[in-house]
C-alpha cells in the first residue's frame, strides 16, 4: 500500500450530455509522466458513455436542475471516472466506475468496496459549498447562472 498523496486536480470546463450540463475535472496519479496531465483523454470514452447513461431522466424534475460533475482519475493501479449530480433539492447522488490497469480491462461500475479516491474528497469539500449546492430555490438559481456563467 502507498502512502497517500495530494494529486492535482484539473478543471476541463463544461461539458454537456443532451440537457445536462457537468463541469469536468480530471486527477492524474503522482507518478504519471506530464503528458497524462494534459490532452483529451480518449480512451476515457467508453467509461464517460457508461457514466453518462448513468443520469437520470429526466434532466429536469421536481429538485433536479440538470447539473453535476464529472472526475477522471487516472489513478495508481486502476482509472476511475466519478459522477455526481445535484438532486432532490440538496443531495449528492454519485456514480464510479473503474478500469482495472490488466491487459483488456474494460470500463465498468464500481464493485463491492471500490469507490473513489480520498483525494477527491479534498474537491468536493472545496467545491460542494453550501453557496453552489441547489439546497434551495435561490440557491438553486445561484446555481445555475454560476454554472452557465463560468467555464468549469
Given at each position: 500500500?502507498?502512502?497517500?498523496?495530494?494529486?492535482?486536480?484539473?478543471?476541463?470546463?463544461?461539458?454537456?450530455?443532451?440537457?445536462?450540463?457537468?463541469?469536468?475535472?480530471?486527477?492524474?496519479?503522482?507518478?504519471?509522466?506530464?503528458?497524462?496531465?494534459?490532452?483529451?483523454?480518449?480512451?476515457?470514452e467508453?467509461?464517460?458513455?457508461?457514466?453518462?447513461?448513468?443520469?437520470?431522466?429526466?434532466?429536469?424534475?421536481?429538485?433536479?436542475?440538470?447539473?453535476?460533475?464529472?472526475?477522471?482519475?487516472?489513478?495508481?493501479?486502476?482509472?476511475?471516472?466519478?459522477?455526481?449530480?445535484?438532486?432532490?433539492?440538496?443531495?449528492?447522488?454519485?456514480?464510479?466506475?473503474?478500469?482495472?490497469h490488466?491487459?483488456?480491462?474494460a470500463?465498468?461500475?464500481?464493485?463491492?468496496?471500490?469507490?473513489?479516491?480520498?483525494?477527491?474528497?479534498r474537491?468536493?469539500r472545496?467545491?460542494?459549498?453550501?453557496?453552489?449546492?441547489?439546497?434551495?430555490?435561490?440557491?438553486?438559481?445561484?446555481?445555475?447562472s454560476?454554472?452557465?456563467?463560468?467555464?468549469?
Amino acid at each position: 500500500m502507498r502512502p497517500f498523496q495530494y494529486r492535482p486536480i484539473y478543471p476541463r470546463g463544461v461539458t454537456l450530455h443532451g440537457e445536462w450540463r457537468l463541469k469536468r475535472y480530471t486527477i492524474v496519479r503522482h507518478t504519471a509522466p506530464d503528458s497524462e496531465s494534459h490532452g483529451e483523454w480518449t480512451d476515457f470514452e467508453p467509461g464517460r458513455r457508461l457514466a453518462h447513461a448513468a443520469l437520470p431522466s429526466p434532466v429536469h424534475a421536481a429538485g433536479r436542475v440538470g447539473v453535476g460533475f464529472v472526475i477522471e482519475h487516472r489513478g495508481n493501479g486502476a482509472d476511475y471516472i466519478v459522477l455526481g449530480w445535484w438532486d432532490r433539492e440538496n443531495e449528492l447522488p454519485v456514480r464510479v466506475f473503474v478500469r482495472d490497469h490488466s491487459p483488456g480491462a474494460a470500463w465498468r461500475a464500481a464493485r463491492g468496496s471500490e469507490s473513489f479516491c480520498v483525494g477527491t474528497f479534498r474537491w468536493l469539500r472545496s467545491s460542494a459549498t453550501p453557496t453552489s449546492a441547489p439546497c434551495s430555490r435561490s440557491a438553486r438559481a445561484r446555481g445555475r447562472s454560476r454554472t452557465t456563467s463560468r467555464g468549469g
